[in-house]
């Protein structure tokens, strides 16, 4: 039987994203594939792509040089040596399978960024929860020690693009659990910020899943790098066993004992103050523009691979002072009728309970209004427990219909069922089926003074422009 997290990668035979010639991405909208084509353009190479809807990053794609189709067709090959598509895009999905027809290659996007990696020292940023951030962080830290990295991220970096290629040898990307895609690369430095409940649509078991992260963890280089968070219980057990097997490990967390430990914390909103200790010896204190614990330890991550990289305690300071943020991430969008409105991507029970534990503590002395979108049927069902825990720690709840594309939602199984388990009174947990129904259900339950979030896996990223009107 084949083990499934055998996935070759681009960088095993050395292929570079020069050799991929002229290179046609699908669906170049998406933060993902948006990023990575960014990437490819910023080279120097050439790129088209093709999008259907009217994301606000086209223009800065067509700036950049490539050429955009607006529409899926047969033609869109025409000159094309490579087809770079997403999980999303099937083999039926017409340019897809132009591209077999024609004999032209086909790869997926997980491979196209492997390729992009190829001679390069990279940092690869994994976990059920916080690379995004992390991601960013790492970035911004090596942007302001001047070391111009290459970088592709899941979410976009506030004040960045979400890719980019630098003249120096480091490149920083986040990697995609979800799918297995992770397993295509050759990291220096591998960070796994933490395995949790996900994806077991995919991978069927905790077991299946946590293997995978292992097999992440073996692909990294041997004489490289493995960072990994000793507050989690899969990383820190992945720790301990590379670690006997001879592995250069470097642990962070708020755990006694982590190589980089963090203390002290304070967190208002304007920011999270800490102290650093590297190996029982202070580092000193630091500060992240950004609200939360959990940001906090984020930064540990970037710690510990700014020092493996030789960078002085200062200067990763300095770098992590400079964090502009990731957009869905704590972005506050505005201001309406005395109450802010804020948009957060978390939608995972884990990352709820610190986003919201972090927002409560932005909001004091008001109350803090939830507006969140669950995603996916099966797992809003399999968490619906764990979920509406999270949602009971604020103050007012709307909970929106599931957004699941392409499922259907069981009858009793929707939104409803999950404002029923939330452990609020009556008249502060409401249940809103339309979209256009929101607006008016936040206006009746927020007043001046109280912080707003929409939270959730987009589209409920443009709920807070309806919002503000």
Same mark, same amino acid.
């Given at each position: 039987?084949?083990?499934?997290?055998?996935?070759?990668?681009?960088?095993?035979?050395?292929?570079?994203?020069?050799?991929?010639?002229?290179?046609?991405?699908?669906?170049?909208?998406?933060?993902?594939?948006?990023?990575?084509?960014?990437?490819?353009?910023?080279?120097?190479?050439?790129?088209?792509?093709?999008?259907?809807?009217?994301?606000?990053?086209?223009?800065?794609?067509?700036?950049?040089?490539?050429?955009? %189709?607006?529409?899926?067709?047969?033609?869109?090959?025409?000159?094309?040596?490579?087809?770079?598509?997403?999980?999303?895009?099937?083999?039926?999905?017409?340019?897809?399978?132009?591209?077999?027809?024609?004999?032209?290659?086909?790869?997926?996007?997980?491979?196209?960024?492997?390729?992009?990696?190829?001679?390069?020292?990279?940092?690869?940023?994994?976990?059920?929860?916080?690379?995004?951030?992390?991601?960013?962080?790492?970035?911004?830290?090596?942007? %302001?020690?001047?070391?111009?990295?290459?970088?592709?991220?899941?979410?976009?970096?506030?004040?960045?693009?979400?890719?980019?290629?630098?003249?120096?040898?480091?490149?920083?990307?986040?990697?995609?659990?979800?799918?297995?895609?992770?397993?295509?690369?050759?990291?220096?430095?591998?960070?796994?910020?933490?395995?949790?409940?996900? %994806?077991?649509?995919?991978?069927?078991?905790?077991?299946?899943?946590?293997?995978?992260? !292992?097999?992440?963890?073996?692909?990294?280089?041997?004489?490289?790098?493995?960072?990994?968070?000793?507050?989690?219980?899969?990383?820190?057990?992945?720790?301990?066993?590379?670690?006997?097997?001879?592995?250069?490990?470097?642990?962070?967390?708020?755990?006694?004992?982590?190589?980089?430990?963090?203390?002290?914390? !304070?967190?208002?909103?304007?920011?999270?103050?800490?102290?650093?200790?590297?190996?029982?010896?202070?580092?000193?204190?630091?500060?992240?523009?950004?609200?939360?614990?959990?940001?906090?330890?984020?930064?540990?991550?970037?710690?510990?691979?700014?020092?493996?990289?030789?960078?002085?305690?200062?200067?990763?300071?300095?770098?992590?002072?400079?964090?502009?943020?990731?957009?869905?991430?704590?972005?506050?969008?505005?201001?309406?009728?005395?109450?802010?409105?804020?948009?957060?991507?978390?939608?995972?029970?884990?990352?709820?309970?610190?986003?919201?534990?972090?927002?409560?503590?932005?909001?004091?002395?008001?109350?803090?209004?939830?507006?969140?979108? +669950?995603?996916?049927?099966?797992?809003?069902?399999?968490?619906?427990?764990?979920?509406?825990?999270?949602?009971?720690?604020?103050?007012?709840?709307?909970?929106?219909?599931?957004?699941? +594309?392409?499922?259907?939602?069981?009858?009793?199984?929707?939104?409803?069922?999950?404002?029923?388990?939330?452990?609020?009174?009556?008249?502060?947990?409401?249940?809103?089926?339309?979209?256009?129904?929101? +607006?008016?259900?936040?206006?009746?339950?927020?007043?001046?003074?109280?912080?707003?979030?929409?939270?959730?896996?987009?589209?409920?990223?443009?709920?807070?422009?309806?919002?503000?009107?």
């Amino acid at each position: 039987m084949t083990d499934p997290n055998d996935l070759s990668s681009p960088i095993d035979e050395g292929v570079t994203a020069e050799d991929l010639g002229r290179v046609l991405f699908i669906g170049v909208g998406g933060v993902g594939m948006n990023g990575l084509t960014r990437l490819y353009a910023t080279r120097g190479l050439p790129v088209s792509g093709s999008e259907l809807k009217d994301w606000p990053s086209l223009p800065e794609l067509e700036r950049l040089g490539v050429a955009l %189709h607006r529409e899926h067709a047969a033609s869109n090959l025409d000159g094309v040596d490579t087809v770079v598509r997403s999980t999303a895009h099937n083999d039926e999905h017409l340019e897809v399978a132009e591209a077999r027809r024609r004999g032209v290659r086909v790869y997926h996007r997980s491979e196209a960024l492997a390729a992009a990696m190829t001679g390069r020292r990279s940092i690869v940023v994994t976990g059920t929860h916080g690379k995004t951030t992390t991601t960013a962080i790492i970035t911004q830290m090596l942007e %302001h020690a001047g070391l111009e990295p290459s970088y592709v991220n899941g979410g976009e970096n506030i004040g960045a693009f979400t890719g980019a290629h630098g003249a120096g040898d480091l490149f920083v990307a986040e990697a995609d659990e979800s799918d297995r895609s992770f397993l295509r690369y050759r990291p220096e430095v591998g960070i796994v910020t933490n395995i949790d409940v996900d %994806h077991l649509n995919n991978y069927g078991d905790m077991e299946a899943l946590t293997a995978a992260f !292992e097999r992440f963890c073996r692909n990294t280089d041997k004489d490289g790098l493995l960072v990994l968070c000793a507050d989690n219980p899969g990383t820190a057990e992945l720790a301990r066993t590379l670690r006997a097997e001879g592995r250069t490990v470097a642990t962070y967390g708020y755990r006694d004992g982590a190589d980089v430990q963090l203390g002290d914390v !304070e967190s208002d909103k304007d920011g999270v103050d800490y102290t650093v200790l590297h190996q029982n010896q202070v580092l000193g204190r630091f500060h992240l523009p950004m609200p939360g614990r959990h940001i906090a330890l984020n930064s540990a991550a970037a710690i510990a691979t700014g020092l493996y990289l030789g960078l002085e305690p200062e200067d990763i300071a300095a770098g992590i002072a400079a964090f502009g943020g990731v957009k869905r991430r704590f972005e506050k969008r505005g201001e309406i009728d005395g109450y802010a409105v804020f948009d957060e991507y978390a939608y995972h029970p884990t990352a709820m309970t610190e986003a919201v534990k972090t927002l409560k503590e932005v909001a004091a002395p008001g109350r803090l209004v939830v507006v969140f979108q +669950p995603y996916r049927a099966y797992r809003t069902i399999a968490m619906r427990e764990e979920i509406a825990e999270a949602l009971s720690l604020a103050d007012k709840v709307v909970v929106m219909e599931i957004f699941g +594309p392409g499922e259907e939602v069981p009858e009793g199984e929707g939104g409803q069922a999950l404002r029923d388990a939330i452990a609020l009174p009556e008249e502060d947990r409401v249940f809103v089926a339309e979209w256009d129904d929101v +607006p008016a259900a936040v206006k009746a339950l927020a007043a001046e003074g109280d912080v707003v979030v929409t939270m959730g896996a987009p589209p409920v990223s443009l709920m807070p422009d309806d919002l503000l009107r």
